[in-house]
């Protein structure tokens, strides 16, 4: 018989370092692969520079506004941005990241026999992806970094009360 060599000792792993976490993120945060940190505000109609103010004062280079697409395309086709443009210049001056969420389909886009007392989705997806793309267009090199593809779809409520149906 042929003898069978013995196991011999392993070394046991070494245990690094943790990562030294102490660098700080140059100004605005701007490093790629980090997330950025921000807020949710309602600039619609408010004291918009104060808020902003106020994220600046935070730290964080973002803020998210929801927008209720209904105000800003009540007929179809007749898309005013309007208050839209002074959110994302203002943000950008400074030195804010936007993230505006999509939500509420106009009454023009809805489901025959909508719940009108709850906001909810259009009838037809492509209404949707027209309007939201027309949005970054119209916003494509501003401050608008980001558009949220609806707020809370588990939600039933976010869909008109219909049953979730992915």
């Excluded at 007392?117 to 916003?139: L, S, W």
Aim: net charge negative; with cysteine.
């Amino acid at each position: 018989p042929t003898d069978t060599p013995l196991p011999t000792d392993t070394p046991a792993p070494q245990m690094q370092s943790p990562p030294d976490n102490s660098a700080s993120l140059p100004p605005g945060g701007e490093v790629s692969g980090f997330f950025g940190y921000g807020v949710q505000a309602h600039l619609l109609g408010g004291d918009r520079g104060r808020a902003l103010e106020a994220t600046n004062d935070l730290g964080f280079d973002w803020i998210k506004q929801q927008v209720q697409w209904h105000l800003f395309e009540p007929s179809q086709g007749n898309v005013v941005f309007g208050e839209l443009h002074a959110i994302v210049n203002d943000a950008g001056n400074r030195g804010l990241n936007v993230l505006y969420s999509v939500v509420n389909a106009p009454d023009w886009a809805r489901e025959p026999d909508f719940d009108s007392n709850v906001g909810g989705p259009p009838q037809d997806p492509q209404t949707y992806a027209a309007f939201v793309g027309r949005m970054a267009g119209e916003f494509c090199g501003s401050a608008l970094k980001a558009i949220e593809v609806w707020n809370e779809q588990n939600l039933h409520y976010e869909w008109g009360n219909n049953p979730l149906d992915p």
